[in-house]
């Protein structure tokens, strides 16, 4: 058995992105492999703190590069908590949002220098780069109508109870009200991204049903990774 692969899922909000990590993460267990599925913001208990604070709607107003930074400080935990750990036991990482994230959204379209970026990657991630990146390609529009859908979703209680009321500021992050022009450059930036770097990054259209999106996402894997153990 072939291990330490490292591969993560990109794209927009409502992309299906996390959906798509779990079902490929079942999929390699079943073929007898070890999986850690995490996910950026956070993964470790240090990186989850920062989530709630990154992805707070009522956060004061900062800048693209102090939310870069803030990316950074909990990336450089989670991968020296999990990540790295978990490839060093021999283990498959597959990780909802990786480096691809901070390029695009405070990168391409929140405008941080690249050589800034470059920077951070150079001292946070050094060389442990993921092995596959799929990218979930799908318009902003039905991303958000998606997104708009989940948070909208009932919580399930029981027949005798009366749903809670959840506050939409709980449902929601700060990414997810940003407007249509920013998810838009959002998407263009992963598919340049993907144009860039083919040796790492694939393309899958996400409009698709969730059943047809995995069958090409586990044919990725076969072709890209599994064909070398065979």
């Known amino acids: 058995m072939t291990s330490g692969w490292f591969i993560t899922f990109e794209g927009g909000e409502g992309s299906g992105k996390s959906t798509q ?3 490929l993460s079942e999929r390699l267990k079943e073929e007898g492999h070890s999986v850690t599925v995490t996910r950026e913001p956070g993964g470790s208990p240090f990186a989850e703190r920062l989530r709630t604070l ?17 990316f950074a400080s909990a990336r450089a935990d ?10 060093a036991a021999g283990g498959v990482v597959i990780c909802d949002r990786f480096l691809d994230s901070t390029r695009v959204y405070q990168g391409y379209a929140g405008r941080v220098e690249p050589r800034l ?10 060389h442990t780069k ?3 990146t799929i990218v979930i390609d ?18 399930h209680t029981a027949p005798s109870e009366k749903p809670p009321k959840q506050p939409r ?12 022009a920013f998810h838009k450059k959002l998407r263009e930036g992963f598919i340049e991204i993907a144009r860039l770097e083919p040796q790492r990054c694939v393309v899958v259209d996400g409009q698709r049903s969730p059943d047809e999106v995995a069958r090409d996402v586990w044919s990725i894997v076969q072709a890209r990774l599994l064909s070398d153990t065979a």
């Open 21 to 23: 990590a779990k079902r």
């Open 54 to 70: 990154i992805l707070d709607p009522t956060l004061e107003t900062h800048t693209p590069l102090a939310e870069a930074l803030l």
């Open 78 to 87: 989670h991968l020296d908590q999990v990540i790295r750990p978990s490839l």
């Open 117 to 126: 970026l470059e920077a951070l990657e150079l001292i946070v991630v050094q």
């Open 130 to 132: 993921p092995d596959l």
């Open 138 to 155: 799908i318009p902003a529009e039905v991303g958000l109508a998606r997104a708009a859908l989940r948070m909208e979703a009932p919580v």
């Open 169 to 180: 500021g709980l449902l929601t992050d700060r990414f997810e009200t940003r407007d249509l």
